[in-house]
C-alpha cells in the first residue's frame, strides 16, 4: 500500500465510532466506573439479538443498602451535522428517571429524596430539566462544488490560479436514519431490557438509576422554531421517545441524552457528583435512622399501615 493510501485508510479507520467509544470507556474507567463493552440484549418484542457499545455501572452499598447507576451508552462518529429542531414546552415537564428503588429502601428513602439530590447539583437543570423540546432532527451534508478557475493573490514565489469553490448543506435523510434514529432506538430498546432484568431481580434492599446516552462525535446544532435566525452549536440535548409493545395502551416513555464529545465529558463528571451526593445523603439518612430506633420506646409513635 503506498504512502498516501496508507494514510487515508489509517484517516478513515481512526475517524471511525469504535475510537469515540474507547475515548468514552476510557474516560469512564479513569473515573471509577466499571465498563462492560459491547453489551448484548434481546429486543422487545422481536426477541431479535442487539447489542449497544458500553454499558457502564457505578454503585455503592451501606448497612445492606444499595445504590447503582447504570448507563447505556452508543456511540456514533458524526462527520456532518446535526440539527436538532427545538420549542419551548408549554408545561415543564420533570425529568422522568428511569428507576427502581426496593421496597425496604423506599421506607427510609423516598423518591422525594432521590429528586432532592438531583436537584442539589448545580449544573442539573442544564442536562436533566429543560424546557426545551426536541421537536425534529435533520442531517446535512456538506457538498463542495468545483467552479470556474479564479486569481488568487500574489504570494511570495507566484501567482497561482485556483478553482473557485462552493459550499452547500444538503439534506441527508438516510444518514439522519442511521445515525440518530438507530441510536436512539437502541439505547431505548435496551434500557427497556436493563430495566425489565432490575425489575425482574426485585431486591427490596436496592436502588437502581438508568441513563441512556446517546454520543454523538460533533456537528450538533439547535435552531428554534420561534426564531427561525437562531441556530447554534450544542453539547446538550434531552430527547424524549417511547416504545410499546403490540396490545399496549401506552409506550414506555424515556429521556435520552444526546452529547457531543465535550458534552459527554461534562455529563460523566455532573454524575460523579451525584453520585458522591446519593452516597453522602444516603449516609445521613442511616445515621438520623439510627438516632431515631434509640428512642425511648415510649415516645416511639405506633406504625401506622
Not at 479507520?13 to 467509544?21: D, I, K, N, T
Not at 432506538?185 to 426485585?202: F, K, P, Q, Y
Not at 446544532?221 to 452549536?233: G, H, S, V, W
Request: positive net charge.
Amino acid at each position: 500500500m503506498k504512502k498516501n493510501e496508507h494514510e487515508a485508510f489509517k484517516k478513515a479507520v481512526w475517524r471511525e465510532g469504535f475510537s469515540l467509544e474507547y475515548d468514552i470507556a476510557e474516560q469512564l474507567k479513569i473515573s471509577g466506573w466499571e465498563i462492560f463493552p459491547n453489551r448484548y440484549f434481546q429486543e422487545i418484542p422481536s426477541r431479535s439479538l442487539k447489542q449497544y457499545d458500553i454499558a457502564a455501572s457505578r454503585s455503592f452499598s451501606q448497612n445492606g443498602y444499595s445504590f447503582s447507576f447504570i448507563l447505556v451508552v452508543e456511540c456514533k462518529y458524526n462527520a456532518d451535522q446535526i440539527v436538532f429542531y427545538i420549542r419551548t414546552a408549554d408545561n415543564k415537564e420533570p425529568y422522568q428517571l428511569k428507576n427502581m428503588l426496593g421496597e425496604d429502601l423506599k421506607s427510609i428513602y423516598s423518591w422525594e429524596s432521590v429528586k432532592k439530590v438531583f436537584r442539589s447539583i448545580k449544573q442539573y437543570r442544564e442536562i436533566f430539566f429543560s424546557e426545551d423540546q426536541v421537536f425534529g432532527y435533520q442531517v446535512f451534508a456538506k457538498k463542495i462544488t468545483q467552479g470556474a478557475k479564479g486569481k488568487k493573490k500574489k504570494n511570495k514565489n507566484k501567482n497561482e490560479k485556483v478553482e473557485k469553490q462552493t459550499v452547500e448543506f444538503t439534506p441527508h435523510p438516510d444518514s439522519a436514519a442511521k445515525k440518530v434514529f438507530g441510536a436512539l432506538n437502541t439505547v431505548a430498546a435496551a434500557v427497556r431490557h436493563e430495566h425489565s432484568l432490575i425489575v425482574d431481580d426485585g431486591d427490596p434492599k436496592r436502588a437502581y438509576f438508568l441513563f441512556p446516552i446517546v454520543v454523538l462525535s460533533g456537528g450538533l446544532n439547535k435552531a428554534y422554531f420561534r426564531d427561525r435566525k437562531t441556530l447554534k452549536p450544542s453539547s446538550f440535548f434531552r430527547y424524549k421517545t417511547g416504545i410499546a409493545d403490540i396490545g399496549e395502551k401506552e409506550p414506555d416513555e424515556y429521556f435520552v441524552h444526546i452529547v457531543d464529545k465535550d458534552g459527554i465529558k461534562k455529563m460523566i463528571k455532573l454524575l460523579n457528583q451525584i453520585f458522591k451526593k446519593f452516597e453522602t445523603d444516603f449516609h445521613k439518612t442511616l445515621i438520623n435512622l439510627k438516632k431515631n430506633t434509640q428512642t425511648p420506646e415510649s415516645n416511639v409513635p405506633a406504625s401506622s399501615e
